[in-house]
C-alpha cells in the first residue's frame, strides 16, 4: 500500500502531522508493506528566494493578525508539538521560499533518502536556531549530508534551477486535481484522503480501512494457458 503526503517545509502542521502518522504506522500491522512518498506543496510560491522575514510578520501580514494573536498561535503549536515529542522554537524563526528544498526532496527520493531528508529539514526550520532560509546553498548541502547525500551531487542540483523543477509543479498540478487546498493531505492508494493533522488515531482508522479495502486480483482463467515460471519455462511435447 502507497500513502503519499503532500507537505511544505513551512508548515508547522505537517511537521506535527507526520509525527502523528508516523505514531499509527508504527503500530499498524502491516507496517512494513507500507510505502511512503512525500509530495510538493508549497504554501508561498510567489515568494522570491531571498525574500526571509520573521514568522510573527508573515502571519500578521497574511493573515491580517495581531502579533499577540500571531503569538498564541505559536505557543498553541509549541505545545501541540511537544505532545507528539517535538521540539519547537516558538520565537525567533523565520519564513522563506522552500522551492529549492522541494528540488532536493526528489533527488533524495531517488537515491532512497527522502523521508530523512525532509525529518532534517522539519527538525531545522522548526526545533534549531540557525535560519534554514539565510544561510544559502551551503546550509541545504549539510543537511542533504547529514541525511546520506552526496555533497557535490547536492550542490549540481542546487546549481541547476531545472533540476527536478518539473517534479515540483507536477506534485502541486496533482495535489490540485486531487482537491488539496492545504497541508498536510495524506492519499492511502489513491483510495482515502485525509486532510490536516489528524491524531494518531484517525490515521490508524484510515490505514486500516484503506487496507481492508483494497482489490484483490480477479484472475480471468483461459483454461490453463502455458506460462513461464520459476522452474523455467514447459516444452511442449509432440
Same mark, same amino acid.
Given at each position: ?25 508504527? *503500530?499498524?500491522?502491516? &507496517? ?6 512525500? &509530495? ?18 508573515? /502571519? ?15 505557543? #498553541? ?8 515529542? /517535538? ?9 522563506? #521560499?522552500?522551492?529549492?528544498?522541494? &528540488? /532536493? ?19 531545522? #526550520? ?31 542540483? /542546487?546549481?541547476? =534551477? *531545472? ?17 488539496? #487546498?492545504?497541508? =498536510?493531505?495524506?492519499?492511502?492508494? &489513491? ?44 516444452? =511442449?511435447?509432440?
Amino acid at each position: 500500500m502507497r500513502v503519499e503526503i503532500w507537505s511544505d517545509i513551512a508548515c508547522p502542521w505537517c511537521y506535527v502531522g507526520k509525527a502523528r502518522f508516523e505514531k499509527a504506522l508504527a *503500530a499498524f500491522p502491516h &507496517r512494513e508493506q507500507v510505502e511512503v512518498v512525500h &509530495r510538493s506543496f508549497e504554501l508561498d510560491p510567489g515568494r522570491a528566494k531571498g525574500d526571509v522575514q520573521p514568522v510573527i510578520t508573515m /502571519l500578521t501580514k497574511k493573515y491580517g493578525m495581531s502579533e499577540q494573536q500571531a503569538q498564541a498561535g505559536e505557543e #498553541n503549536l509549541g505545545t501541540q508539538a511537544a505532545a507528539e515529542g /517535538l521540539e519547537y522554537r516558538t520565537r525567533g524563526r523565520d519564513h522563506g #521560499n522552500t522551492f529549492d528544498m522541494h &528540488r /532536493l526532496l526528489h533527488f533524495a527520493k531517488e537515491q532512497g533518502r527522502q523521508d530523512e531528508l525532509i525529518q532534517l529539514f522539519y527538525r531545522a #526550520n522548526f526545533a534549531e536556531e540557525r535560519s534554514l532560509f539565510t544561510e544559502g546553498d551551503e546550509r541545504l548541502v549539510e543537511l542533504a549530508v547529514e541525511a546520506g547525500l552526496d555533497a557535490d551531487a547536492t550542490r549540481a542540483v /542546487l546549481a541547476d =534551477p *531545472a533540476a527536478h523543477a518539473d517534479d515540483v509543479r507536477a506534485d502541486e498540478r496533482e495535489a490540485a486535481q486531487l482537491g488539496a #487546498n492545504g497541508v =498536510p493531505f495524506f492519499v492511502l492508494d &489513491r483510495a482515502y484522503g485525509v486532510s490536516g493533522a489528524q491524531p494518531a488515531e484517525v490515521f490508524a482508522q484510515a490505514l486500516t480501512q484503506a487496507w481492508g479495502d483494497r482489490s484483490p486480483l480477479k484472475l480471468i482463467d483461459d483454461g490453463g494457458a502455458e506460462a513461464c515460471g520459476p522452474d523455467g519455462c514447459a516444452v =511442449p511435447q509432440h
